[in-house]
């Protein structure tokens, strides 16, 4: 099982980046998916969730509006477009996958994580 997290970088407040999560070695849709980051010093947080289908995502309230989580079954991916990037999103960021149809919020219940990838907002 594998879950390669990319696409992040350095980016001034208010620009965009779009991370990347792709998988391999289980079934795609068997799995929600979960993006967490985790900023120096602090615990890791839940980003968004997207269930087996794309159908329900949920977000924290921090990011609401500004970033937006979505999966492209054919790829086995999962995407987190960041918009609106402040300072306070720098972190970094990991993909999960949670073996169900539906997404928690508990991080207990995921199994497989990414590596993580690099999110730093500064001028």
């Known amino acids: 099982v594998q879950l390669q997290a990319s696409g992040g970088g350095l980016v001034q407040p208010g620009g965009s980046l779009r991370l990347s999560c792709a998988t391999s070695?289980?079934?795609?849709?068997?799995?929600?998916i979960a993006w967490f980051r985790q900023a120096p010093g602090k615990e890791r947080e839940i980003v968004a969730t997207i269930n087996w289908d794309g159908g329900s995502t949920s977000y924290t309230d921090s990011v609401k509006g500004r970033f937006t989580i979505s999966r492209e079954k054919g790829k086995s991916t999962v995407y987190l477009q960041m918009d609106s990037l402040k300072p306070e999103d720098t972190a970094v960021y990991y993909c999960?996958?949670?073996?169900?149809?539906?997404?928690?919020?508990?991080?207990?219940?995921?199994?497989?994580w990414g590596q993580g990838t690099q999110v730093t907002v500064s001028s």
């Open positions: 999960a996958a949670s073996r169900g149809a539906f997404a928690s919020t508990d991080i207990a219940t995921y199994t497989y």
């Open positions: 070695g289980f079934i795609f849709d068997d799995y929600a």
